[in-house]
């Protein structure tokens, strides 16, 4: 099955600073890359996804890249502010296959 | 546009006690389920989903069951909790086909003493 291994598991950065957060997965035949945004207490949130004809995906302060000959993909935040603090998953799933989650990571934002 | 919903948001049960978490969908038809565990706020581990009324699949052997009595309603059962089934209980629908997001409602804390 599905392997998804998430790196760092604890990210500070200062405010206005960026954050880069790194996945990697073992199944080639994965296609679907999702990432969510957890706050305390409440369920993920969906932030942006990326599919595997793509190699790079931006919503304002928001950026996705992906590697598929490496197997790695990137979420990339930059101008953080204060309320980008949470934890954030990525994702995995192969055609006809489950969303394999990875560990998770904790950003801080100080101000 | 659409909705999910999960209750109780928070839950004390004794060892031994029985357990139902319901989560309602609205605003779609025929969506896919899932019931996640997540544990020390980290880390989602698939229990069940669904494809359809009456179609459950587990992904891991365990104390809990999972029932699909309507299209767009998903409970999560227990006949006897244990200590290991506190957690993070998170529900989550899509549509079905290739690469749909899953869109997750916000939880029910479950606190086994």
């Known amino acids: 099955g599905e392997n998804v291994e998430q790196h760092p598991s604890t990210l500070s950065v200062q405010e206005g600073d960026s954050a880069v957060i790194k996945c990697t997965y073992s199944?080639?035949?994965?296609?679907?890359f999702p990432w969510y945004k957890q706050e305390l207490g409440k369920g993920p949130q969906l932030i942006i996804d990326?599919?595997?004809?793509?190699g790079e995906k931006k919503d304002q302060r928001i950026a996705v890249t992906l590697n598929k000959t490496a197997k790695h993909f990137s979420l990339h935040i930059t101008e953080t502010q204060p309320e980008d603090s949470a934890v954030y998953f990525c994702?995995?799933?192969?055609?006809?296959?489950?969303?394999?989650f990875g560990s998770g990571t904790q950003l801080t934002v100080l101000p | 546009s659409q909705t999910i919903h999960q209750w109780p948001a928070t839950l004390v049960q004794p060892v031994g006690s029985p357990l139902s978490l319901e989560c309602t969908v609205e605003?779609?038809?025929?969506?896919?389920l899932y019931w996640y565990r997540q544990a020390a706020g980290r880390g989602l581990q698939l229990l069940f989903y669904?494809?359809?009324?009456?179609?459950i699949s587990s992904e891991v052997p365990q104390n809990l069951s999972a029932s699909r009595p309507q299209d767009r309603q998903f409970i999560l059962s227990s006949k006897k909790l244990l200590l290991s089934d506190s957690g993070f209980y998170l529900c989550?629908?899509?549509?079905?086909?290739?690469?749909?997001?899953?869109?997750f409602g916000d939880g029910t804390r479950l606190s086994i003493l």
């Open positions: 989550a629908w899509n549509q079905g086909g290739v690469g749909q997001p899953q869109h």
């Open positions: 199944d080639s035949a994965s296609n679907y």
């Open positions: 990326i599919r595997s004809n793509v």
């Open positions: 994702a995995a799933s192969a055609p006809l296959g489950q969303l394999t």
């Open positions: 605003g779609t038809s025929n969506p896919n």
């Open positions: 669904s494809v359809g009324i009456g179609q």
